[in-house]
């Protein structure tokens, strides 16, 4: 009884409150509750309410045969009963209240909110939206920035990426989580965030800083000079790995940005204080403000990339550009240190909000052997595998092509990086519009119509894009009508194409992907999904650049195996479709298959509650009041007894002292 809150007077309850029974007769002319209402189990609020022969946790085998007092307190807060499909009231015993309404139980008062949402899950929603903006606008920055310094360096080109990509990143990233997987497991939690993430400020300001002004002092030129007149120019990409060796531990560690701080830091640690209800309404949130960094800090690129018109000459203009991007990486990756202390000292440790408690599952571990079985022997899996291993391919295969290409239209660094910046801003503008434009799409068409959008239109442009390549030359009469090269209408296409390509993937592509697995059996499910993870993923990723080095090394460089590649791709978009297609006859009826029973089982589930007539609530209701309470003034309990409960009202009061 201590815990009723009280605001406009209400009055307490009596130091002894007695139980009331109904007499014999009542009960069966109340027979029809029982019939009528949804659950027929009712319990006493707490132990001090508790009930003769009955304690708080005991089921009641009859609605009216419990021995307590009515709460009137549920009568005047809730709708009428009548009218409306409603459950059983809950009876037990409580303190009246007032008729404005303004007494309610601790335990039933609303938490505050801001704008719909619960202030507590605020105070880790919103901190965890910066750090994700800042991380994302970091990556950015980073991601232009290492293809400018290993493209652009004198004496490499974009050659140098699938070399790069296969003997040097992947490495050093198998590297760096095997001692990611020591320290996890002698640092606490927040020392480990901490010892990941400030080598990574340390680096990107000791480069700008200090390694690329002594960059012509630490780079070994002459003796790349000397391996590549050895070994000639096919090994131009790896000679330059070794040439400039600070521009590729740049390009790896930014490429480590996005893998180890994104995926592994931040969705770790969001994942460790939201609940799965706060998961799912605000983790889609975190995808479109990812979207808003990119275009933001693809203008913060550009306007750093122009600072070299207002220099005077012989000035370094992309040292200084350098200099002021990777300021702004240091200061924000304080701040995102800085947020992740505070949420841990001032969030994490408030007892007050929700924890999560979700468990990790456990996922199958295939090996080789077996993830190559689970593929062999199921065609949808085999389909579904043929999409994910040409995705990664083909824009692998059209990206290093295109950045060749980008090279010799913008020779310089920094018109090499303003162009970077453009496109950054133009792909977090199109993602963020095709984030919304593919569920419109998914739930319109089907997921047939959007699974073949993305190897359609790469088709359509990949061809446009190798077509401008090879057969420029007739083209520039054309071109040049209206104002561009055969080269720059390259340079434009083969942008549309990075840019819907990386769009797609979030909108499209990962979506129809995760969907294919929902028809499947349990079994295949996993095992498929693991499967794909093990083989596809990986093959994917690097199967384009060890095409490329294939090509590279075989024809002498990357411009003799243009029209090569240029075939290759059309090989993989084209299985790419076939595959589509054939998943979509196999998808499709096993969805509408599931959703029948999915629609069959709601209906058998949504049986419809029986409702109680007004004369009949308004008959129990009378009881209530007879019983001894009045439900409108907040007056106290009626102390007054049934003689047929007398025995009973006394074993109640001891119970209240």
């Known amino acids: 009884m201590e815990r009723v809150i009280s605001a406009q007077g209400l009055l307490s309850l009596p130091s002894a409150p007695q139980a009331r029974t109904f007499h014999q007769p009542l009960r069966r002319r109340f027979s029809f ?66 008729a404005g309404g303004a007494g309610f139980a601790e335990g039933e008062a609303e938490k505050p909110k801001l704008l719909g949402v619960e202030i507590t899950t605020l105070k880790k929603i919103i901190p965890l939206g910066i750090m994700f903006f800042c991380i994302l606008f970091n990556y950015t920055i980073l991601r232009d920035t290492k293809d400018v310094l290993v493209v652009t360096a004198k004496g490499s080109s974009a050659e140098i990426i699938p070399f790069l990509k296969t003997w040097v990143n992947l490495p050093l990233a198998i590297g760096f989580m095997l001692l990611y997987t020591k320290l996890s497991n002698v640092l606490s939690k927040e020392a480990l965030f901490y010892t990941v993430i400030f080598p990574f400020i340390a680096f990107f300001g000791a480069f700008a800083f200090l390694l690329y002004p002594l960059r012509d002092a630490i780079h070994p030129t002459a003796l790349a000079d000397r391996l590549l007149a050895a070994l000639g120019p096919s090994f131009l990409g790896p000679v330059a790995i070794l040439r400039i060796w ?51 800090s693809g203008r913060t690129v550009k306007y750093f990339s122009n600072l070299r018109k207002n220099l005077g000459p012989g000035v370094d203009g992309w040292a200084i550009s350098l200099k002021g991007m990777m300021s702004i990486v240091v200061l924000l990756g304080f701040v995102i240190s800085g947020i992740y202390w505070g949420v841990n000292k001032f969030v994490v440790n408030d007892p007050s909000l929700p924890r999560s408690n979700r468990k990790k599952k456990e996922k199958p571990k295939l090996g080789m052997n077996e993830s190559l079985k689970v593929l062999l022997s199921s065609r949808y899996v085999r389909d579904l595998a043929t999409l994910v291993v040409a995705y990664g391919i083909s824009i692998n295969l059209v990206e290093v092509t295109w950045k060749s290409k980008l090279k010799a239209q913008f020779p310089s660094p920094n018109e090499y990086s303003s162009f970077m910046g453009d496109f950054s801003t133009a792909t977090g503008i199109a993602t963020f519009t095709m984030m919304l434009v593919g569920r419109w799409i998914l739930r319109k068409f089907g997921w047939g119509v959007a699974a073949m959008i993305t190897p359609t239109v790469l088709l359509l442009t990949g061809v446009g894009f190798f077509s401008l390549i090879l057969f420029g030359e007739p083209l520039a009469p054309l071109l040049g009508s209206i104002g561009i090269t055969p080269l720059l209408a390259a340079v434009y296409v083969g942008a549309l194409q990075n840019i819907f390509s990386k769009s797609a993937k979030y909108s499209l592509f990962d979506p129809c ?25 990986p093959l994917g990723k690097s199967g384009g650049a060890l095409i490329q080095q294939f090509m590279i090394l075989t024809f002498g460089s990357l411009a003799n195996s243009t029209p090569y590649l240029g075939g290759i791709l059309l090989v993989i978009v084209l299985a790419w479709i076939g595959a589509a297609r054939s998943l979509d006859s196999q998808f499709s009826p096993l969805a509408k298959e599931l959703l029948e029973k999915e629609k069959l089982l709601k209906e058998k589930s949504n049986v419809p509650p029986i409702e109680a007539t007004k004369e009949e609530t308004e008959e129990l209701l009378a009881v209530e009041s007879a019983a001894g309470e009045k439900s409108s003034n907040g007056s106290p309990l009626n102390q007054k007894s049934a003689p047929e409960s007398e025995a009973t009202s006394e074993t109640s009061s001891k119970h209240g002292q």
Not at 73 to 98: D, E, I, M, T
Not at 254 to 271: H, K, M, Q, T
Not at 513 to 537: F, R, T
């Open 33 to 98: 509750a029982a019939a009528r209402f949804a659950s027929p189990i009712f319990r006493a609020r707490s132990p001090s309410h508790a009930v003769h022969g009955f304690d708080s946790g005991e089921k009641i085998p009859s609605p009216l045969g419990l021995r307590a007092a009515f709460d009137p307190q549920r009568r005047l807060l809730s709708s009428p009963l009548y009218g409306n499909p409603r459950k059983a009231p809950n009876f037990s015993a409580g303190a009246a209240v007032p």
């Open 246 to 296: 600070s521009f590729c531990l740049f390009y790896v560690m930014a490429e480590l940005w996005g893998s180890v701080v994104i995926s592994v830091l931040f969705w770790g640690f969001a994942n460790q204080i939201t609940t799965v209800a706060e998961a799912k309404e605000f983790y889609p949130l975190f995808g479109l403000g990812a979207n808003i960094a990119l275009i933001f």
């Open 513 to 537: 992907k995760e969907m294919a697995y929902i028809p499947l059996d349990e079994e295949m499910k996993v095992k498929g999904k693991a499967a794909i993870d093990v083989v596809c993923n």
